[in-house]
């Protein structure tokens, strides 16, 4: 929040996006209960705006996410004494969502290592990359590993993309994500449980083989000279910050074991009922977590391998 507070300082003219509307709009995006990040916005952007104007000045809020997430949560979440408009707009943050030039901030934290799809060369019987037996890049070949580092570097690219329409020239965008010098930290290794989990439901006559062999889990987790790499060769922003950074949540997250399930089971049942059937969902999570009370998942150790990478963007006026 920091990091954000001092990029709206030095880099946003807000005063400029006053002399035409006395409308503020902000989008959080993949996250749809974003309440402390907006806040932080909001008073951050409020500090740059004579107090003969702030009363005259409102903040629109648009916060996004997947439509198979609860809008309902967010709205009945929503802080009774915000200063903002709210209003939810569904939809991949791969794709447009907004009309041109009408956001002046964009916030997305801890979305964009979600894949938008999972690359076909991965469940292809003929390609290198077919990936059976397993689930995730991780203990897999190379080529494995290509196929997600290309998707999320194709994914990264739409979400620019889409973003250089929607931003005013001069609008900042922020962005947070997992960010890893070496690929095993502690939800890599969870997913790894989840597949033995499939797997043994698979040997058990549960789970039909070749329907595991189709599933791939989502999510790629890039070094920070990837993120640099992919968003230096976008000519529509400039990076007017980079930073890697510990994850202070994680290294202060105490092993409990039970808040732990709830929060994988929160993020990951979608994705398994989709694919599998809601009907084995309560299973899978009572044998992977009998997995993760026996593995090192939790421990001290894993837990500071987790880092994040910061990302302050501004849209290029010309």
């Not at 000045?57 to 648009?62: K, M, R």
């Not at 979305?111 to 690359?119: C, E, V």
């Not at 194709?154 to 960010?179: H, Q, S, T, W, Y």
Request: with cysteine.
């Amino acid at each position: 929040m920091s990091l954000i507070s001092d990029g709206i300082k030095d880099k946003l003219d807000v005063n400029w996006f006053l002399s035409t509307s006395n409308t503020i709009n902000i989008a959080d995006l993949g996250n749809s209960v974003g309440f402390v990040a907006v806040k932080s916005i909001v008073e951050s952007m409020k500090q740059n705006i004579p107090k003969s104007k702030q009363d005259k000045v409102q903040f629109q809020v648009f916060f996004n996410d997947h439509v198979r997430n609860r809008y309902d949560t967010l709205f009945k979440s929503l802080p009774l004494n915000r200063e903002y408009f709210a209003a939810g707009v569904p939809g991949s943050i791969h794709s447009r969502l907004f009309p041109e030039n009408t956001l002046h901030f964009v916030h997305s934290s801890y979305a964009l290592h979600w894949l938008s799809k999972i690359p076909d060369e991965l469940i292809d019987r003929k390609s290198p990359a077919y990936n059976k037996g397993k689930i995730f890049y991780t203990n897999s070949c190379m080529e494995v590993v290509e196929a997600y580092a290309k998707q999320f570097a194709r994914d990264i690219e739409a979400f620019l993309n889409a973003r250089a329409k929607e931003v005013v020239p001069g609008g900042l965008m922020a962005i947070l994500l997992p960010c890893f010098g070496v690929k095993k930290y502690p939800l890599v290794e969870v997913i790894d449980l989840l597949g033995e989990c499939l797997m043994d439901m698979v040997n058990e006559g549960l789970i039909n083989e070749d329907l595991f062999d189709s599933f791939n889990f989502p999510r790629y987790n890039a070094t920070q000279k990837e993120i640099n790499d992919i968003i230096n060769k976008h000519n529509h922003f400039t990076i007017e910050k980079i930073q890697h950074m510990d994850a202070p949540s994680f290294k202060c997250m105490s092993p409990n074991i039970h808040m732990f399930m709830l929060f994988l089971k929160s993020s990951w049942e979608g994705l398994i009922a989709q694919h599998f059937g809601s009907e084995i969902v309560d299973e899978v999570f009572v044998v992977l977590r009998k997995k993760v009370v026996t593995s090192s998942a939790l421990s001290k150790a894993n837990m500071n391998t987790v880092s994040e990478c910061f990302v302050l963007l501004q849209r290029k006026t010309t």
